[in-house]
Every structure is written in structure tokens, then in C-alpha cells.
């Protein structure tokens, strides 16, 4: 059942990506050959119209073909010869759409829990905060001259501000009171805290801010590990690939509906944000050729532009049986 709720996971992730495509294609009047749902051979296939539609036996993928997206066509409909603007925003759809995705499951994750608001439910034992005095209901409204106007704009100062004295000014009741508190590294998880738990509220509008500050924090943190890694700062063994992401899915599916939305957004960023380097095959690549063209003013031969594209794939090929091999000595390890 986990590996089967994972594959239903990732197969929905692909599935959003490539509807992206596919609905801006058909939009703009582009033709599609074929959408697609997984790699390999067909389960199954239906045509409706003049694409067809099919479902493989790999779910870890998928595909939307376009007339005239890697060769030449005189099909006025093709890829290829729509304007440069259409193409773009074929392109740039799928990947936008994985990153709405997220903020959907984010939406639901939080309306569910309710979001995290800068007043304090409790009090950690022993920690700067309940050394300084501060006490449950206390509404923490600015922080060395800086309004806080959620828990994210509270946890952003703590953690850069490690070791270092903060002015505090706290609402208890109707008083305002000052309180200078120097933040601490947590143990376990090496980050900056000074010891106290938020209250939650549940709201549409509070899940729609929070979904969306939180879909900006995971894209900070998956371009800051893509620029990490092109500089060899952190090892091509910490890669994880679909073994891996279908493994991890099944460990946070074991700790509720909440993590599992969560981490799929989480994944769902990845998808979008890795969709979008400039590398051939994937969708940057196929959009820095339209850039290139708009540059030079003539496009980029087809079929050479597709030949590139080809090299890339197989590229691709060779990361995903590097990294589906590291995922399964770490299992193995693991184990």
C-alpha cells in the first residue's frame, strides 16, 4: 500500500506538470500528438480528437508530445512554428503548474492544522525565553525595531541572529513590555531558538499566506542546494532519486495525511524548480533555445536543436540510473 500510494503521488505530480503543457498547447491552437502518464510500454490507450492519450507502465514519468517540437513540420499547428511567446508559456507551464500544486497541498496542509501565529502557546524549560520572563498568550509584535506580522518574520530574525542580544516588545493583556533575550543553538536541529511554541489558527486567509510563504521558503532552499551542488559543495551522493523519493514518501505517509501533503508539495516544488534549469531536454533547456532565438533574431534549426535535446535526454537517463543505484545501497545500507 505505501508503494502504491507513492506511485500515486509522484504519477499525480507528472500528471499536473505535463497537464500544464498540454492545456496551454491546446489553448494556443498548438496540435498534441500525445499526453501521456508514465514511460514504457502502453497499459492502455484512447484517442479522442487528434491526441492521443495513453497510459504507460512506469508511473515515475510522463510526457506531452507536440507536433514539430524536435523536428521540422509545414503543420502551420506545429511546435515549431508558433510565435516565440506562445511557445514560452507552453513551456513554462508545467513547471508553474507543479509550483501551484504546492501551494494547493500547502493550503490544505495548514487550513487542516491552522497556521502558526507570533503568540506564545508555551514555554520551553530552561530556554531564554522563560528566563526572560515571557509567558503563554504573550503576542510578540516587534523585534528589534521590526514589526513581526507572522511566525515566519519571527523565525527569520531568531535564526539570523544567533548568540546575538534582541529587544523583544511583547503584548501581555493591554500592556506593551520590553524583554532582551538572546537566542541559543538547539542541539538536535542546529538552529537559532529562544525556547517557545506558537498558537495555531485556522483560517482561509491565514492558509493562503502561509502556503504561499512556505512555497517561497522551499524554492530558497532547493536553488540554494542546485547552486551548492554545480559548485561541488555538497556531494552528488546526497542526491536522491524516484527509489529514494518513493521510500521517503512511504516513511512520512507512516506519520500522517499532514506530513504526506507537506512533503509533496516539498517534491512538487523540486520538480518544478529542476524542470526549469537550462539543460537540454528539460524544459529551461527547451526555453533558453526560445530565448536564444529572440536573441539572434532566427530560430535554431530543429532538427539540431532536437539533436541537443536527444544528447540531453540520455544525459538525464544516465543521472536517473546513477541515482536510483546510490538509492538503493542506501537502502541496502540502511537495511
Known amino acids: ?42 497499459l492502455f490507450k484512447w484517442k479522442y480528437g487528434e491526441t492521443e492519450y495513453s497510459f504507460r507502465i512506469l508511473l515515475l514519468g510522463g510526457y506531452c508530445a507536440l507536433a514539430g517540437e524536435d523536428e521540422k513540420t509545414d503543420d502551420k499547428r506545429g511546435f515549431a512554428n508558433k510565435p516565440w511567446y506562445i511557445r514560452l508559456a507552453i513551456l513554462a507551464a508545467g513547471p508553474i503548474m507543479n509550483i501551484l500544486l504546492a501551494m494547493v497541498f500547502l493550503f490544505m496542509a495548514f487550513y487542516i492544522t491552522g497556521s502558526p501565529v507570533p503568540q506564545v502557546k508555551s514555554v520551553l ?46 503584548k501581555r493583556d493591554n500592556s506593551i513590555i520590553d524583554k532582551k533575550i538572546t537566542p541559543i543553538t538547539d542541539k538536535k536541529t542546529s538552529k537559532a531558538m529562544i525556547g517557545i511554541m506558537p498558537e495555531y489558527q485556522r483560517s482561509i486567509f491565514l492558509a493562503i499566506k502561509t502556503a504561499v510563504d512556505k512555497t517561497i521558503y522551499f524554492s530558497k532552499i532547493i ?82 536543436e532536437g539533436f541537443v535535446h536527444y544528447i540531453g535526454f540520455l544525459l538525464l537517463i544516465i543521472l536517473f540510473i546513477f541515482v536510483t543505484y546510490r538509492d538503493l545501497v542506501r537502502i541496502f545500507l540502511i537495511r
Open 223 to 304: 536553488i540554494l542546494s542546485i547552486v551548492l551542488l554545480i559548485t561541488g559543495k555538497v556531494s552528488t551522493n546526497d542526491l536522491m532519486g524516484p527509489v529514494g523519493i518513493v521510500q521517503t514518501i512511504g516513511v512520512v505517509a507512516k506519520t500522517g495525511f499532514v506530513d504526506l501533503l507537506i512533503f509533496s508539495a516539498f517534491i512538487s516544488v523540486n520538480l518544478g524548480l529542476f524542470n526549469l534549469l537550462p539543460f537540454p531536454a528539460l524544459d529551461g533547456g527547451r526555453i533558453l533555445f526560445v530565448i536564444i532565438e529572440v536573441l539572434r533574431g532566427k530560430p535554431v534549426d530543429p532538427n539540431k
Open 1 to 42: 500500500m505505501i508503494i502504491v500510494l507513492s506511485l500515486i503521488v509522484l504519477s499525480i505530480l507528472v500528471m499536473v506538470h505535463e497537464f500544464g503543457h498540454f492545456i496551454v498547447a491546446k489553448m494556443s491552437g498548438t496540435k498534441v500528438n500525445e499526453f501521456s502518464i508514465g514511460f514504457g510500454p502502453r
Open 125 to 170: 524549560s530552561g530556554y531564554p525565553a522563560q528566563k526572560a520572563g515571557i509567558l503563554p498568550n504573550d503576542k510578540i509584535v516587534m523585534i528589534n525595531g521590526t514589526k513581526i506580522n507572522d511566525w515566519n518574520d519571527l523565525e527569520r530574525i531568531i535564526s539570523s541572529n544567533k548568540g546575538t542580544e534582541l529587544n523583544l516588545k511583547i
